[in-house]
């Protein structure tokens, strides 16, 4: 590997963490409030750019331009689908959560129900961030980070096992202090320095690629190469036998990114740090219109890998790493290398600072010590931190064996993400519906799911209806199920949501107009690119 490449590497990477440092030095990060929310200072520009980097980690730039290898421009539904959901965000969930000052989701859920719902919102997404959420970070970061500085031939190690459980434990160790040594701000603030690193290097991927395509004749030639040789494998609209046919879009996919974007304590944390809800929405919505540009560096270029490789019998998940080590020169591959680790770190220490705000507020001082300080509190989540990051490091390497790291990260996300979803939602929207339903539904909804996936028999149904479908048949069924149970036996007395004044409650009066503007923007660019034949 070319010096050039491993010193721009660590001289971005050793910039990052020096003005991330300069910056956050002199933050309060002992008490809850400076720590879990980072004084409730975020502007909207921190907000955008964190959630943009909590979003793009490896598991996203690997895991999805490996699906898009496979499977072409029909996974860009994970992208279109993703604004909407945002506009769902700032327009409807923002307003509710900032009302009740909430750190966590499981504390609304206990507002809204009671301390035995939170508890288990709490367990699930505990359980959740470790087993599955953590080590797939880790390993699509570990994967890509292998074939883009070519560790193989920097370390002199044959053994891809060995490289495979050092790369991880780096990243881990390296996420860990960043996160439980930090606080939420540390987390946000290094994510928009890596988020600007992220979208300017992310977009010279296909530049150079399309000009490798094209023999140096320009990124349109190379554009038009790859269109008339697999035109194909730029069809929006997924068939049948894709993973993510057309009409899943308006099911599973659609309910799997509402949750995401509007009820994941991974995501939403930034924005409870919000000044206000109309520094919150504005965030929220420049969120969506980055995303609009994701299809460039999180699909294009798993496409452009497949005209280049798929003869070649590189591994869908080997395509970015192998592709950005082709077509960057030497001191750019140093550079998005380390944007790569700030994109990994990003996710990382955003899972694990929130499973850190769980346990503290949801566990320790919820159950454990009611009467803990604000230094107790913060100090147990440090060292639960610890522990959840060393079981992730631990379990990370044993995904190698993975067909397709995102797509398996989007079916197990689906085991947790339904039923919080629904609960949360039936929490909102009514009034009457008391906290023994909510309770049972999240249970049922996680053990249903997990039958529907594991159970021999089950999963042949499922199979049959498609998985998106059949998530998205549970989370209408919790609904109902939930409703009905309010109507035979309601709480007594109907829930009324009151304002903790935590902070201004003024909206953006921009936002409605700039919401419409995105899901039109959505449809345009979805549009372009169907073809419906397939269907």
């Not at 609009?292 to 270029?301: D, I, R």
């Not at 280049?308 to 592709?323: E, F, I, Q």
């Not at 550079?335 to 770190?345: D, P, Q, R």
């Not at 947790?416 to 909102?428: D, H, R, S």
Request: hydrophobic share 55%; net charge positive.
């Amino acid at each position: 590997m070319p010096l050039i490449t491993i010193l721009s590497f660590v001289l971005f990477t050793g910039l990052v963490a020096f003005t991330t440092w300069l910056i956050t030095r002199k933050d309060n990060h002992h008490s809850s409030r400076g720590y879990f929310l980072a004084g409730r200072s975020l502007t909207f520009p921190l907000i955008a750019g964190s959630l943009l980097l909590t979003n793009l980690s490896t598991e996203q730039l690997v895991g999805l331009n490996g699906l898009a290898f496979n499977e072409g421009l029909s996974v860009i539904a994970w992208e279109v689908v993703a604004v909407l959901a945002l506009v769902a965000m700032a327009l409807f969930f923002l307003p509710r959560f900032l009302k009740s000052g909430i750190a966590t989701l499981p504390q609304l859920l206990e507002i809204r129900f009671d301390k035995q719902t939170a508890l288990i919102t709490n367990f699930i997404f505990l359980i959740a961030y470790m087993v599955i959420l953590m080590p797939i970070i880790l390993y699509s970061g570990a994967r890509g980070l292998s074939n883009m500085l070519d560790l193989k031939g920097l370390l002199g190690i044959e053994d891809e096992t060995l490289i495979l459980w050092l790369t991880v434990w780096f990243v881990g160790i390296a996420g860990s202090i960043y996160a439980l040594w930090g606080g939420l701000r540390t987390v946000v603030v290094s994510d928009t320095l890596n988020g600007i690193g992220l979208l300017i290097g992310g977009m010279l991927i296909p530049y150079f690629a399309f000009n490798l395509i094209s023999d140096g004749q320009g990124v349109m030639e190379g554009w038009h190469i790859l269109k008339t040789t697999y035109p194909k494998m730029l069809n929006s609209v997924g068939g049948p036998t894709h993973n993510v046919p057309f009409f899943t879009l308006f099911t599973g996919v659609m309910i799997i990114n509402l949750f995401y974007w509007c009820t994941n304590q991974q995501i939403i944390q930034r924005t409870f740090g919000a000044s206000s809800l109309a520094e919150g929405q504005k965030g929220v919505l420049l969120t969506g219109g980055l995303k609009l540009l994701g299809p460039l560096y999180l699909v294009l270029p798993g496409i452009i890998a497949f005209y280049l490789y798929s003869k070649s019998g590189v591994k869908a998940d080997n395509a970015y790493g192998t592709l950005v080590r082709q077509v960057l020169p030497a001191p750019l591959t140093g550079f998005f290398a380390a944007v790569m680790v700030g994109a990994i770190l990003s996710s990382f220490n955003s899972a694990l600072n929130s499973t850190c705000t769980l346990f503290s507020l949801g566990f320790y001082k919820g159950m454990l010590r009611k009467n803990a300080t604000d230094e107790q509190v913060v100090r147990s989540g440090k060292w639960f931190g610890l522990f959840l990051a060393i079981g992730a490091m631990t379990i990370a390497p044993f995904l190698a064996k993975t067909e397709s790291i995102f797509a398996y990260l989007q079916k197990m996300n689906g085991i947790y993400f339904i039923p919080i979803f629904a609960v949360v939602l039936v929490g909102l929207l009514s009034k009457r519906v008391p906290a023994k339903a909510a309770r049972v539904a999240l249970l049922c909804g996680v053990i249903i799911i997990a039958i529907g996936y594991f159970i021999p028999g089950c999963s042949d149904v499922v199979e049959y209806l498609h998985e998106y479908h059949f998530l998205a048949i549970v989370f209408v069924g919790l609904i109902v199920a939930m409703l009905i149970w309010g109507k035979l036996a309601p709480r007594k007395a109907a829930w009324i949501q009151q304002d903790v004044k935590a902070v201004d409650l003024t909206p953006w009066k921009w936002a409605v107009p700039t919401g419409i503007l995105l899901c039109v923007i959505v449809c345009i660019i979805y549009y372009s690119f169907a073809d419906f034949g397939v269907l």
